[in-house]
């Protein structure tokens, strides 16, 4: 088997285990207040770092290109609260249109 | 791997990245009550999307609607398409010519803004950008985006 499959069924294996783990945690460990008002904020940490890393990040450099573009126009589309495709499709385009023509 | 790495290193990364889907995990549990085989489905489509469009829901019914419709799509269009780029890659080439790199956060961006309910969550989602940027050409892929949990415990001990 070579290196690559290693990796690859090794990392399928702790990434099923990782939210295995997390679905099997006790409730009761849960049912604490400070643990609630953490686990409300733990989804907007977390996207809103992938959305920082996924706009700027260029491996391990950091850049402004047409995605901090795309991604601006979806904020504005959000604004004006624009449908969920709307705000997709529109940073699509605008990077798309940056990319290509610039 | 295509960077160079070993194959230890490589699943490493891969499960620093996916420990984010263990806290969704425990998110999810309360609301899905499922043991056996189906806590093992479950398990397999918790991600970031079916995690943030069940949490928005109000009521437990909706959640699990949510979490499961979401999940499944998920699950199925992310293989469909991974096979189709493994079957010809080259035939779509630069993912930044059809935007697809400005789509993806755009998405992200969309499921977050709903959970922008006071100034507190706003100052929450600028400092965890803000670390995860300074973080990101320091220190291993993966490690900028679970550290933020930290901030998510601080802002949440504080009041």
């Known amino acids: 088997m070579s290196a690559i499959w290693i990796a690859v069924l090794g990392a399928s294996f702790t990434a099923f285990l990782n939210k295995y783990i997390g679905h099997s945690v006790p409730e009761k460990w849960l049912n604490r207040p400070s643990f609630m008002r953490i686990n409300a904020l733990v989804p907007i940490v977390l996207l809103s770092a992938l959305v920082g890393v996924q706009t700027f990040a260029n491996k391990k450099d950091l850049v402004i290109d047409q995605r901090a573009a795309g991604v601006l126009v979806a904020l504005v589309a959000l604004k004006f609260k624009a449908p969920f495709p709307v705000v997709v499709i529109s940073a699509a385009i605008t990077s798309a249109a940056i990319y290509n023509w610039f | ?159």
């Open chain 2, 1 to 159: 791997m295509g960077a160079g790495g070993s194959a230890v290193s490589a699943i490493a990364t891969a499960t620093l990245l996916g420990f984010r889907n263990a806290l969704y995990g425990l998110q999810m549990a309360p609301i899905l009550k499922v043991k056996g085989l189906k806590r093992i489905l479950a398990a397999q489509i918790t991600i970031d999307e079916s995690t943030a469009v069940a949490t928005l829901q109000e009521n437990d019914a909706d959640r699990r609607r949510g979490f499961y419709v979401t999940g499944i799509g998920v699950f199925v269009f992310w293989n469909l398409f991974t096979f189709l780029g493994a079957l010809g890659a080259s035939a779509i080439g630069d993912p930044a010519v059809w935007g697809l790199d400005a789509a993806v956060p755009a998405a992200f961006c969309g499921l977050i803004w709903p959970r922008l309910k006071n100034k507190t969550h706003f100052i929450v989602s600028a400092v965890a950008i803000a670390w995860a940027l300074l973080l990101t050409p320091i220190t291993p892929a993966g490690i900028p985006i679970i550290t933020t949990v930290l901030l998510a415990v601080i802002f949440g001990l504080k009041k």
